[in-house]
């Protein structure tokens, strides 16, 4: 499985962006796909998830702002940021594991595929 984000760019506060996941070898229906940020000199940390069944989970500090939109295109997985706010500024994550469903989803050490990331700064 290997991961590629895109659509990282420079907003304004209220702004909103659209990051997409291509993933080679997914499969829809049994792979899981979660979103991670890390801004400089912090941990990264979670941002959303969706799991095989196409349900979705946030974290609480992107809820009624960011979704996973359901009508992906086949293998490409979004995260669509609405609101934007400069503390949302970080690089963006796409992570896989060949699970149905994962538990605890918020947790890094859950997934094992990762993209390189994609840079969203807020100002």
């Known amino acids: 499985v290997q991961l590629v984000e895109s659509g990282g760019d420079t907003v304004q506060a209220g702004g909103s962006l659209r990051l997409s996941c291509a993933v080679s070898?997914?499969?829809?229906?049994?792979?899981?796909i979660g979103w991670f940020r890390q801004a400089p000199g912090k941990e990264r940390e979670e941002v959303a998830y969706?799991?095989?069944?196409?349900?979705?989970s946030y974290a609480d500090s992107v809820k009624g702002r960011f979704t996973i939109p359901k009508d992906n295109a086949k293998n490409v997985l979004n995260l669509q940021m609405d609101n934007l706010k400069p503390e949302d500024s970080a690089m963006y994550y796409c992570?896989?594991?060949?699970?149905?469903?994962?538990?605890?989803?918020?947790?890094?050490?859950?997934?094992?595929?990762w993209g390189q990331g994609t840079q969203v700064t807020v100002s």
């Open positions: 992570a896989a594991d060949r699970a149905a469903y994962l538990s605890r989803w918020y947790q890094e050490s859950q997934y094992n595929y």
């Open positions: 070898g997914y499969t829809a229906g049994r792979d899981c």
């Open positions: 969706i799991d095989s069944d196409h349900s979705t």
